[in-house]
């Protein structure tokens, strides 16, 4: 059976579960999904492929030869993902079959889903935690703050005491706190404006936020390191 690896937390197996799926409905291959593919479905209505076929023949899925094994006319092996798949032509890949093929089952599982198209809010999220230190700063955030006209602004983050939010909600008294991360996602995605930070939690709020404006802050090397992959070249997104 071919097998989507666990690695990170949700929204890398996300993401990992999406790049794993389009291979699988392709060669029509039976799948065992990470835990947050699995969760994905279940909370977000991302459908994941699952087929009939499993070889005896197991090759490891990686980023380089994803392309080559998705765009072979059959396959006789089943396959083990050992990669993030971030690159800015999976990810470009993902995005549009969401888009194409998805849109309608996550708009129907979304609580919130009369918001869409229905308001002129502005939503942010702030990665911090554990890498704070590659986040973009604080003066990203406020130069799309200021540049967006919203009547309602919300945000998320993982620290919540974190000095840039206590900042943020001094400047900006009226900001409310979304909490729950299927939330964050759901509600997120419905806001007219939506501020990313890096990562791919982020940049899954990104792709599901179907009919938003988003922006994105430039992520040089020299800052970020190797933290994540090229998630976030996606064709209309604004980068600042």
Not at 34 to 46: D, H, N, Q, S, Y
Not at 49 to 64: A, M, P
Not at 169 to 178: A, D, L, S
Request: hydrophobic letters at 35%.
């Amino acid at each position: 059976m071919t097998v989507a690896s666990p690695k990170g937390r949700w929204g890398n197996q996300i993401i990992i579960s999406l790049a794993v799926s389009l291979i699988a409905e392709k060669h029509n291959l039976m799948v065992h999904y990470t835990p947050g593919g699995k969760r994905a479905e279940m909370v977000l209505g991302i459908q994941l492929y699952q087929g009939s076929k499993k070889h005896n023949n197991v090759r490891i899925l990686r980023n380089d030869n994803f392309m080559d094994i998705l765009n072979q006319s059959t396959i006789d092996y089943s396959l083990v993902s050992d990669d993030f798949f971030q690159t800015k032509e999976i990810c470009n890949l993902m995005y549009e079959y969401l888009r194409n093929n998805q849109k309608e089952s996550i708009i129907s599982k979304n609580p919130f889903h009369t918001r869409y198209e229905n308001n002129n809010d502005l939503f942010i999220h702030l990665r911090l935690g554990d890498m704070a230190k590659r986040n973009p700063g604080i003066d990203y955030y406020l130069e799309c703050i200021e540049r967006i006209e919203y009547d309602n602004i919300y945000f998320a983050t993982d620290s919540f005491q974190s000095p840039m939010i206590h900042r943020l909600k001094e400047k900006y008294p009226t900001i409310q706190y979304i909490k729950d991360e299927s939330v964050v996602i759901q509600f997120g995605s419905t806001c007219k404006h939506v501020v990313l930070s890096h990562g791919s939690f982020s940049a899954i709020i990104g792709y599901l936020s179907f009919f938003s404006d988003v922006y994105y802050p430039n992520y040089s090397r020299a800052k970020i390191g190797v933290w994540f992959g090229d998630m976030f070249s996606i064709p209309g997104w604004i980068e600042v």
